[in-house]
């Protein structure tokens, strides 16, 4: 793993030594916004129209961020429109590749190059970044158009409407004040929650990560005995956001990042609500649990030196719910 500074490649590990042993993500660099008249969004500059055939997606099937985008894709319609390269699970000192030697790896089907940090020098030859995915590249002006899932997934939402006659809102209006919150919590504490646990290089960062963590899962166990989604009646980007966390849990949070005072199993409500999600339409084939357990155990050496690869828990996602 590694950043671009000035455009060159520096294999580096998360420098924790100055925060005190806590891990700190970094801020994405590509703000700009597909907007429905190419407008300028929240940020960024304008000209992103939503065409079809326009956009790239590259991911990583193991990436919860990354995952979050892919399940906008396929509710939104937006497959035909918007083509996607997969990265190869392993991410060691060149970080992601376009390797293509594991199943569901696909390599860079846009320009066949190596290594995702060559995306982000095309877009930039002087570039100082991380490489992460997801990255929103456009064909047209050869750049990128986001690297921050967050945005992507509400652009998604509501950019290509027009194009596609999808008009379902992931984020309604009526709900957007109440939904930050607990965006703004879940996010904190369980998305970025489980990374602050795993990456933590004290004890005293592991203890400020996990408390939160599981307070807000009791908290959100409570709050799904009493409603179907986060939100309310109403499927929500909080709940799609929260999901790719949850969907990871007990296959690798819960012992790579020492996640471990409970199990998602352990909580039957947010077990059967995660449920629920996998079996939407169109998000179960965007479930890589191969290419998941994979990357966390393989690409972490600093967590797991020797690289082995546990044998994981068996857990049947698509059992009944009970939930409608
Ligand atoms: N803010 C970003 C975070 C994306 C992110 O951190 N992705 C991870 C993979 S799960 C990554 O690519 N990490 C590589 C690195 O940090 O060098 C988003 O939500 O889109």
Avoid at 64 to 70: E, F, K, M, S, V
Avoid at 117 to 136: E, F, G, M, N
Wanted: include cysteine.
């Amino acid at each position: 793993m590694g950043l671009l500074v000035d455009g060159a490649w520096h294999d580096r590990w998360y420098d924790t030594t100055s925060t005190g042993g806590k891990f700190k993500r970094s801020e994405a660099k590509f703000r700009n916004w597909i907007t429905p008249d190419g407008a300028p969004g929240p940020s960024g500059t304008g000209g992103f129209t939503p065409d079809s055939g326009r956009y790239h997606l590259y991911v990583s099937h193991a990436c919860p961020w990354a995952h979050r985008t892919l399940i906008f894709r396929q509710l939104k319609a937006l497959t035909k429109h918007i083509s996607v390269s997969v990265v190869h699970p392993d991410m060691l000192t060149d970080g992601w590749t376009f390797e293509t030697d594991d199943h569901g790896a696909t390599g860079d089907t846009l320009y066949g190059l190596p290594f995702a940090r060559d995306i982000y020098l095309k877009a930039d030859p002087q570039i100082t970044s991380r490489v992460t995915v997801p990255i929103l590249w456009d064909k047209e002006r050869e750049t990128i158009v986001s690297n921050e899932s967050s945005e992507i997934i509400r652009m998604f939402n509501s950019a290509f409407n027009g194009l596609t006659g999808n008009t379902d809102d992931y984020w309604p209006e009526e709900l957007r004040a109440a939904i930050a919150p607990v965006n703004d919590r879940i996010y904190d504490t369980v998305n970025n929650g489980v990374y602050k646990a795993g990456f933590a290089t004290t004890q005293e960062a592991y203890d400020t990560a996990i408390a939160p963590l599981f307070d807000t899962l009791d908290w959100l166990e409570a709050r799904m005995s009493e409603q179907r989604y986060l939100m309310g009646a109403q499927l929500t980007e909080t709940d799609w956001r929260l999901f790719t966390t949850l969907v990871r849990f007990d296959p690798v949070y819960h012992g790579h990042f020492k996640c471990n005072r409970k199990r998602l199993i352990d909580y039957p409500n947010l077990w059967a609500y995660v449920r629920d999600l996998y079996q939407t339409s169109g998000v179960t084939e965007t479930v890589n649990f191969a290419h998941i357990i994979r990357h966390y155990h393989y690409s972490h050496e600093t967590i797991n030196p020797h690289r082995i690869i546990p044998l994981g828990p068996e857990l049947d996602f698509m059992a009944p719910h009970h939930r409608g």
